[in-house]
């Protein structure tokens, strides 16, 4: 018997209702396109790339930019200093373990903070100044070990021109000065302060010095010490002088101190640039309404720029920029979760929240190489990836990294979209760079995130690369502008 013509239209609308209900409930997956032979070239060329040859130091110049809005080249150390290494997966396991000291400083720093711990609490580290002269140390700042990124800076009066550290978790700039008890290594000639006109020594009782974690007095004249959680360390005079720009202008009495005794694994630095939210950083002291960065691949002997007091870029996606009233040096963001594949991965929100402790919490650091997450958290993101890989062939992991691929016979693969979900509801796709990268030249790539024990969770420079981050100091906000470097 022939069905009738209204059974039939009744089956047909059920079937796309069906089929309209399955397409909501299970949406299409988002991908991303990673280039591994355009990432294993990159790498290889890290290994060859000698930037005296290409651009000696000496011939290196800054943009011109004389409004009050001025901007720096900024350049990653591999594209400063030939490497040693041989071989690309010693260079990366070198990068870990200096990502790894920077993180435990972060961490103790925050630790030290959290718990009220004062300078007299801690062991002293040995150093050429007699111990009665310098009070013992806290633990501040973070590891210049893993100092990845660096601006030329004219510094005194005439100006000379230096390599530094640029560093969103510190406050206090300081550069090696003549003369020397202990100075390690650098590109630039140390700096000489009877060269310079603008040089005046700080008072013990100005404010400046009154500001400091860690100081004493020797004649009157103001010291300072400022010690890493790498065994790393910097002491001497706390002073002003003039700091310059490029062509953009100078800006005179800049509080920074003036080290004689300088220990740690530097790579060439002339010293360091504290871009943390402390009183005495350099974004303070120039009462900088923003400043932005944008970083260069890792392996790129390309440069970009480092701007201060730029508009935020249009069509950015904007977080709130949140304090920590234990601790103003860092930047912490308003973080609800992540998604992969286009879908949210379940993670309880509180994991990225700070509480009224100052425990907690997720800060944006150009320092830190890999983002580290809280265990729980982590674990899902990675379990989310590794659902949506499964078509990947995985191998051992590596160093810090627990999820690994073999990729080396391939030229391109198709792996699901991470993103940042902020509070407010705006979110950030990452490239596939970003989170599937290489640790070796043969072809094996791994999930560039990784767990930490700590409360304090991390978003660092490797998914950052590419990306205008701008820290809207004046709105209290921080925005994420890809491609537009």
Same mark, same amino acid.
């Given at each position: ?26 949406? !299409? ?34 943009? !011109? ?323 949506? *890989?499964?078509?990947?062939?995985? *191998? ?14 391939? *030229? ?74």
């Amino acid at each position: 018997m022939a069905a009738s013509p209204f059974l039939l239209l009744t089956l047909l609308l059920s079937a796309q209702l069906f089929t309209s209900t399955l397409s909501r409930t299970l949406p !299409e997956t988002t991908t991303m396109e990673l280039d591994i032979s355009s990432a294993l070239q990159q790498a290889q060329h890290i290994l060859t790339f000698d930037p005296e040859v290409v651009n000696p130091l000496t011939q290196q110049q800054e943009a !011109e930019n004389p409004s009050s809005s001025f901007s720096l080249q900024l350049h990653h150390r591999d594209s400063l200093h030939k490497t040693q290494h041989k071989d690309y997966k010693s260079l990366v396991l070198s990068r870990l373990a200096r990502d790894s000291a920077r993180v435990d400083a972060l961490t103790t720093r925050l630790r030290l903070a959290l718990s009220n711990v004062t300078g007299s609490e801690l062991q002293p580290i040995p150093t050429e100044i007699q111990p009665e002269e310098l009070s013992t140390p806290v633990v501040s700042g973070t590891s210049q070990g893993s100092g990845e990124y660096f601006s030329r800076v004219g510094v005194g009066s005439p100006a000379k021109q230096f390599y530094m550290v640029l560093d969103t978790g510190s406050d206090i700039n300081w550069i090696q000065c003549e003369p020397c008890s202990d100075c390690y290594q650098q590109s630039d000639p140390i700096f000489n302060p009877s060269a310079s006109s603008t040089y005046s020594s700080l008072s013990c009782q100005s404010q400046q010095c009154g500001s400091l974690d860690v100081s004493s007095c020797r004649s009157g004249r103001c010291l300072y010490q400022v010690s890493y959680g790498d065994g790393s360390y910097t002491v001497g005079d706390f002073v002003t002088e003039t700091v310059s720009f490029g062509n953009s202008g100078d800006i005179k009495g800049i509080a920074l101190g003036c080290g004689h005794d300088n220990e740690g694994l530097f790579v060439g630095a002339a010293g360091l640039l504290g871009l943390g939210g402390g009183r005495l950083s350099l974004t303070k002291q120039i009462k900088a309404t923003s400043f932005s960065y944008c970083l260069v691949d890792r392996d790129s002997s390309g440069s970009s720029s480092l701007d201060f007091n730029s508009a935020l870029p249009r069509g950015s996606v904007t977080a709130p920029l949140l304090k920590n009233q234990k601790i103003d040096t860092f930047y912490y963001v308003g973080l609800t979760g992540f998604s992969v594949g286009g879908q949210m991965v379940q993670i309880p929100p509180s994991l990225f929240q700070m509480d009224v402790s100052g425990n907690g919490g997720i800060i944006v650091d150009c320092g830190t190489a890999i983002t580290r997450l809280q265990t729980q958290a982590y674990n899902s993101l990675r379990d989310a990836f590794v659902k949506l *890989t499964q078509h990947l062939p995985s *191998t051992n992991g590596v160093a810090l990294f627990d999820t690994c691929y073999d990729l080396s016979s391939k *030229t391109r693969v198709t792996v699901p979209t991470v993103a940042f979900h902020f509070s407010g509801g705006q979110s950030l796709d990452l490239p596939a760079k970003n989170y599937l990268i290489p640790v070796d030249s043969a072809g094996t790539f791994c999930f560039a995130f990784a767990p930490t024990s700590s409360s304090l969770s991390i978003i660092g420079n490797v998914q950052q690369q590419g990306t205008r981050v701008t820290f809207d100091l004046g709105n209290n906000r921080v925005g994420f502008s890809p491609r537009n470097c």
